[in-house]
DNA sequence: GTCTATACAAAGATAGAC
DNA sequence: GTCTATCTTTGTATAGAC
């Protein structure tokens, strides 16, 4: 049993989202939870290890809120969307916040290599769910929109991780939400 | 006259647009040049000046190229998108590359506070051209979309920010143009 | 305007006691 | 598991010669 270990991992996750991974040290993470800089060490080795335990975590817990919902019975679509979409609301809330992916986007020629195979993995992941859910959506009835639901799918995902990464910088707060409003009215513009 | 200075910005330039602006030292600039790292600071005397200065002239390059292209008598629409879209495609072709003010996005809470400003000020200044030339667009018959100039201007401007992002790290080299698709439908699509 | 030399702090990491 | 102590390297910055 490790509270310090998952301690550490909350903190790195917190530090990425609103610095980046260069931004922050060991000493802000020792700093944050009251114990020494060396004892982080002894939970991961580097910091890249941190780094790339934190990505992980964040990648696999998403995964999992998501869960089958595309294998229920009769999904309800717009549920699903709505569901996926709210942690990422929950960013744009905060006001300090972005994806934890997308924050490591801005910066990613400076990170290390098995962080930047887990934030390509994210994006692969969740552009390919959204396609899935996109036109699962579309047979049932529930969306209808003309064209590749792949095509679809990148638009949605990389427009609402800009959204967030704009909105925090200008604190627009309308930002996401006039997204989410446009890439909605996407999913209802019949052919 | 300081060749050097604009050499220094040049290399900055590239640097956070492949690094972020916390993952490259006084010594990447001066290794890439071939002076000393104490050079550097005759022309700029802190780390965020120069990163200021290169956020500042970065911003200003691309607002002439975009000039006044909307005051002309009788203006292409499309041919002025197309214009604007330009450079930013260019990053995505370089592979590494993506635009100077995405990239600082990510990590913007690490980021000194002038040169917070002028990213936040790049986004909305963006934004507000988009809105107007889709705006002005339509009364011209050149493009036809339902709702809000300013909403569609919002989604465009994140799609393509998060398309070059999302481009860079999986390596797909159709996301920025599959989002483009997207969004010039969007353009197309009456009512 | 660029150099050498140096200061000074911070970062990531290790050794070994407790 | 966490501590103190220490090491090494790097990052940013300054002083002063050329």
């Given at each position: 049993?490790?509270?310090t270990?998952?301690a550490?991992?909350?903190v790195?996750?917190?530090?990425?989202?609103?610095?980046?991974?260069?931004?922050?040290?060991y000493?802000?993470?020792?700093e944050?939870?009251?114990?020494?800089?060396?004892?982080i060490?002894y939970?991961f080795?580097?910091?890249?290890?941190?780094?790339?335990?934190?990505?992980?975590?964040?990648?696999?817990?998403?995964?999992?809120?998501i869960?089958?919902?595309?294998?229920?019975p009769s999904?309800?679509?717009?549920?699903?969307?709505?569901?996926?979409?709210?942690?990422?609301?929950?960013?744009?809330?905060?006001g300090?916040?972005?994806?934890?992916c997308?924050?490591?986007?801005?910066e990613?020629?400076?990170?290390?290599?098995?962080?930047?195979?887990?934030?390509?993995a994210?994006?692969r992941?969740?552009?390919?769910?959204l396609a899935?859910l996109?036109?699962?959506g579309?047979?049932?009835?529930a969306?209808?929109?003309?064209?590749?639901?792949?095509v679809?799918?990148?638009?949605y995902f990389?427009?609402?991780?800009?959204?967030?990464?704009?909105?925090?910088?200008?604190?627009?707060p309308s930002?996401?939400r006039?997204?989410?409003?446009s890439?909605?009215?996407?999913?209802?513009?019949?052919?």
């Amino acid at each position: 049993m490790s509270g310090t270990r998952d301690a550490i991992l909350d903190v790195v996750e917190e530090l990425i989202e609103t610095r980046g991974y260069n931004g922050f040290s060991y000493s802000d993470i020792a700093e944050r939870i009251g114990i020494r800089k060396a004892s982080i060490h002894y939970h991961f080795a580097t910091k890249a290890d941190a780094g790339a335990a934190s990505v992980a975590r964040y990648a696999e817990r998403i995964e999992e809120a998501i869960g089958d919902a595309l294998a229920s019975p009769s999904p309800d679509y717009w549920a699903i969307l709505d569901a996926y979409v709210q942690p990422f609301a929950a960013f744009a809330d905060s006001g300090s916040r972005i994806c934890l992916c997308g924050a490591l986007g801005g910066e990613f020629g400076a990170l290390p290599e098995p962080i930047q195979a887990r934030v390509a993995a994210f994006f692969r992941e969740h552009e390919a769910w959204l396609a899935q859910l996109f036109a699962a959506g579309r047979d049932d009835g529930a969306f209808a929109f003309a064209g590749d639901p792949i095509v679809l799918s990148k638009t949605y995902f990389c427009a609402f991780q800009g959204a967030l990464m704009v909105q925090r910088a200008t604190g627009d707060p309308s930002q996401l939400r006039d997204c989410m409003r446009s890439l909605t009215e996407a999913l209802n513009s019949a052919a």
